[in-house]
C-alpha cells in the first residue's frame, strides 16, 4: 500500500485501460488464475464432474479413463497451486532480505555538509607546510629498505584518503603477519607505520582529510639508494603487495555502493549528491591509474584481483551519471573499464561496459531521466544486454551469457530501452514513437518483478511516450502502477519523476491547477534528495506556466502578489532552470536549455516593457530581473502539513 501523502488522484476514469501493461501487475494473471478460491473452486468442480461421469458411465473405458484425467488435473490444479504460493513466499522473503540489506547499507552513513568556502593559501605558507628537507644520501637506503617505501613507489596514486590508507597499511602488516616465512616480524601498527611515514617526510597531510604522497622524493630515495647498494627485490615478490592494492580497491568500493545506495533515500539523498561530487574525480583516477598498471606485466595479476571491486566503483558512478542525466561514457569511464574486463572472464560486465560506451545518448528536455535501466544495472551491479542491433543501423553487441544465466531477462530488457532511446532521440517520426513505445512495453515485461526501481522508470518512460502519441489513457495508467511501485519509500526519485509526468499529462489535459499542483509536490521531493535534474525541470515547468498563465501565481507565491511580481518569480526560476542545467552539463546544446530560456525571455520582456505591471503607488523591485530563486514556490498543502509534522 502507498501512504496517503503520496497517493494521486487520477480522477473518475482512472481504470480506462488500453494494453494491459498500463494497469495489471506482471503476475496478476497467475495470481487471479491461483488465488485459494479459484484453485478449490476449480478442483471441486473437476473432481464433481470426474464423479459424475464415473457413476453414470459404469463400464465405458473412454469415460473411464476421462474421469481419471480430470482427477487428475484437480490435483496438478492443487500442487501448481501450492508450488506458486511457495515461490511468492520465497520471492516475498528474498525482497525482504533486499530491504534489510540496503538499510544496513546506508544505516551508519554520515552525510558530508555543504561546501565551506575557503581561499587559497598564500604560496609561502603552502611551502612550508607541504615541502620538507629531503632525506640525507646516508639514510636513503634505510629508507629504501623499508617495504612500505617501496609500495608507496609502485602504486601510481598521488592522494590517499587517510582512512583509506590505514586499512592498506594494516592489510600488509597483516599479510606478513600471517605468512610463514622467515621475515623480521614488527610489532608496530599502522598507525606508527604511517607517523613514520609522515616524519620521514615522504606522506603530507593536506586539506579534506587527505594524504599526499611526495612522488619526486621517493624517485630521489630510490635512484640513490640503488647507486649505493645496487637493484633489490622487486616489491611484487614481497607479501604486502598482493594485500595492498586489493585492501585500497575494496574500501572504496565499499563506500562508493553504500552512498550509491543512499542517493535515492529522502534521509541521505542530498548528503550522497555531495559525497559523490567531492569523490568521483577520485573514483575515476583510481580506476583509470588501476587501468595503467595492468599494462605491466609484473603488477597485472593484483590488478585482475580488484576487477569486481573496480567494476562495483564504476557501477556507483554510472548510478550517479545517470542521476544527473549523463551518459555512461562521461568521463571516460566506460573506456577504462573495456580496458580491465575481458569477455571469457567477466562476460555480464564486459558487454555492460560495452553498451555503456555506445550509450552516449544526446539528453533532451522530458527524456533527461531516461535511464531507466541505468537504475537497473547499478541495483543489480550485473545487468547488462545482448545484442544491441536496432531498427537502424549500429554497433551490435555480441551476447556472449546463455538465456539460463540469472541477468538474462534484465540485460534484454535493458537491450529494449536503448533501443527505444536511439530511435527517439535520432528522429521523432509517429513511427520511430511507437515503435519505441513497444519496445519500453517489452522492456517492462522483461524486468525482473523484484526490480521495482527499474520498473518505475519503465513506466515514467512509457508514459512519456504514450504523451507523445496522443494517448493520454494509456500514459494516465502507467502512472498509476509506477506510483504503486515507488510508494512507501522504495523510490522516492521514482516518485517525483511520476508526479513531475503526470502534471504534464494533467496541463495537456487542460486541467493547470492540477498540473501545477503536481509540480509542487515534484519539486518538494527533487529538493528533499538534492535532486539537481529534476529540480531544474520542475522550476521550468512552474515558471513557464507562470509565464504563460500569471493568473495561477496565487497557487505559487505566498500572499496576494501581483501581476509584476508573479512574473519577477516566474523569471527567477526560470533563471534558476537554466542554471542549474549549464552547471550539470555545460557541453549541452541550446535544445538542453530552449523551454527554459525562451520563457525567460518572454518574461523578462514583458518585466522590462509592459506597464501597468506593479502597483502605481508603490515602487518597482529594485531587482526586476532575478538571476536566481527568490522565493521558492510554495509546497503542497499536503507537503507543507507534512513538513510543519515533522519539525
Known sequence: ????????????????????????????????????????????????????????????????????????????VVLTAAAYLVLRRVATMRDRMRVRREMRLTADLISPGPKV????????????????????????????RWPLVQLLYALPFEQYEAVALYEMVSAILTARRRLPIDLPQHSASATTEIDRLTRAGLLV???????????????????????????????ENEPGWDAALPALIHHHADRATRWAAALDTRRLGAGAQRWFEQEADHL??????????????????????TVPELFRIADALDRWYARNGWSGSKNGLAQQMSKLLTVEEQPVEYELTQIRLLDAVTERDGSVTRDAAGKTATDRAADTETSSAASEPGPAIESSVSWLHRYKASLTARRDEREAWKLL???????????????????????????????????????????HEGRLEAARNCLAVAQTLAGDDRDPAGLAHVYETLGALRWIRGEPRRALHDWQRALTRFRDLDHDLGTSRCLQHLGSALAE?????GLLVSGEPGLGEVLRQAGGWLAEAVRLREVLDPDAGPPAE????????????????????????????????LEGVDQWPLAAPEDAISASRES
Not at 498563465?549 to 501565481?553: R, S
Not at 523551454?595 to 526586476?624: C, I, M, N, Q, W
Request: charged share 25%.
Open 117 to 144: 568556502k575557503s581561499w587559497p593559501p598564500h604560496s609561502a605558507a603552502l611551502k612550508r607546510t607541504v615541502l620538507g628537507k629531503y632525506p640525507s644520501a646516508a639514510a636513503c637506503p634505510a629508507l629504501w
Open 1 to 76: 500500500m502507498t501512504s496517503a501523502e503520496d497517493t494521486v488522484d487520477f480522477g473518475p476514469d482512472e481504470f480506462a485501460v488500453e494494453s494491459p501493461v498500463q494497469i495489471v501487475a506482471k503476475s496478476s494473471l497467475w495470481q487471479g488464475f491461483l488465488r485459494t478460491a479459484s484453485v478449490l473452486s476449480t478442483s471441486l468442480l473437476l473432481e464433481l464432474f470426474s464423479k459424475l461421469l464415473e457413476n453414470r458411465v459404469g463400464q465405458s473405458p473412454t469415460l473411464s479413463a476421462a474421469s481419471s484425467w480430470l482427477s487428475r488435473i484437480a490435483i496438478l
Open 425 to 467: 532521440t535520432r528522429r521523432s517520426t509517429p513511427e520511430s514513437v511507437q515503435r519505441a513505445g513497444e519496445l519500453l512495453e517489452r522492456a517492462w515485461r522483461r524486468l525482473p518483478a523484484r526490480d521495482a526501481a527499474g520498473s518505475v522508470c519503465l513506466l515514467v518512460d512509457l508514459a512519456i511516450v504514450r504523451l
Open 594 to 625: 530552449s523551454l527554459a530560456a525562451t520563457a525567460l525571455l518572454k518574461v523578462r520582456e514583458r518585466l522590462a516593457h509592459e506597464p501597468g505591471l506593479f502597483d502605481p503607488e508603490l515602487d518597482s523591485p529594485e531587482d526586476l530581473l
Open 284 to 305: 575515476l583516477d583510481l580506476i583509470t591509474r588501476c587501468a595503467r598498471m595492468r599494462r605491466n606485466p609484473r603488477q597485472r595479476a593484483v590488478v585482475e584481483a
Open 549 to 553: 498563465f500569471p493568473e495561477y501565481g
Open 205 to 235: 597531510r593536506i586539506a579534506d582529510d587527505r594524504v599526499a604522497v611526495r612522488r619526486r622524493m621517493l624517485h630521489w630515495v630510490r635512484a640513490t639508494a640503488r647507486r649505493t647498494e645496487g637493484a633489490s627485490t622487486p616489491i
